[in-house]
T-cell receptor
Framework: KAGVTQTPRYLIKTRGQQVTLSCSPI?????VSWYQQTPGQGLQFLFE???????NKGNFPGRFSGRQFSNSRSEMNVSTLELGDSALYLC????????????FGQGTRLTVV | AQTVTQSQPEMSVQEAETVTLSCTYD???????LFWYKQPPSRQMILVIR??????QNATENRFSVNFQKAAKSFSLKISDSQLGDAAMYFC?????????????FGTGTRLKVLA
């Protein structure tokens, strides 16, 4: 069974540009969450999607957005990139129900120059 | 709001020895889950162990076990017979069982070094 797949693995963008990151969850997982990981702030929750609906959103500016498609694949978009957006972006997928855990992808390393 | 605290930024252990990583959390909820995730240099977060708050029995997975003290809001991870492959960042995480979402709250992590 394939794991969570994130593309691309690495990205270099210039300040002011926008970027789109992609996440394909494990087959059958309908919940997809995104996290930003930085050395200073650690792992911070961005948002969670379930069945194409955003269920929860973290404390990030509106420049950060996401969506989920009918096949559960998810994308997140960051517009007007800032240097501080440089981070590892992790995607996680889960089955619905209790006693489940999140399965993470290998992340996308975004560098803003 | 819930918080998770890992007070040990870095720990070292000799190969084959035992090490305990600490984690405390704060919540007003009664139903929740606690997790330990491992993040090796490959960056992929891997689940080590999970504990349901309603279970009094401490979870165990092979060489990994937890000491869950619900009243003290403490959730430590014990690694027995440490191996070189255990070297990684370890994150303690909390997930509510009542919020209807799968949002995880992570601690700041403990870097574990295993000395040969």
């Amino acid at each position: 069974k394939a794991g969570v797949t994130q593309t691309p693995r690495y990205l270099i963008k210039t300040r002011g540009q926008q970027v789109t990151l992609s996440c394909s969850p494990i087959s059958g997982h309908r919940s997809v969450s995104w996290y930003q990981q930085t050395p200073g702030q650690g792992l911070q929750f961005l948002f969670e999607y379930f069945s194409e609906t955003q269920r929860n959103k973290g404390n990030f500016p509106g420049r950060f957005s996401g969506r989920q498609f009918s096949n559960s694949r998810s994308e997140m978009n960051v517009s007007t990139l800032e240097l501080g957006d440089s981070a590892l972006y992790l995607c996680a997928s889960s089955l619905q129900g209790p006693n489940t855990e999140a399965f993470f992808g290998q992340g996308t390393r975004l560098t803003v120059v | 709001a819930q918080t998770v605290t890992q007070s040990q930024p870095e720990m070292s252990v000799q190969e084959a020895e035992t090490v305990t990583l600490s984690c405390t959390y704060d919540t007003s909820e009664s139903d929740y889950y606690l997790f330990w995730y491992k993040q090796p240099p490959s960056r992929q977060m891997i689940l080590v162990i999970r504990q349901e708050a309603y279970k009094q029995q401490n979870a165990t997975e092979n060489r990994f076990s937890v000491n869950f003290q619900k009243a003290a809001k403490s959730f430590s991870l014990k690694i027995s017979d440490s191996q070189l492959g255990d070297a990684a960042m370890y994150f303690c995480a909390y997930r509510s069982d009542s919020s209807g979402t799968y949002k995880y709250i992570f601690g700041t992590g403990t870097r574990l070094k295993v000395l040969a």
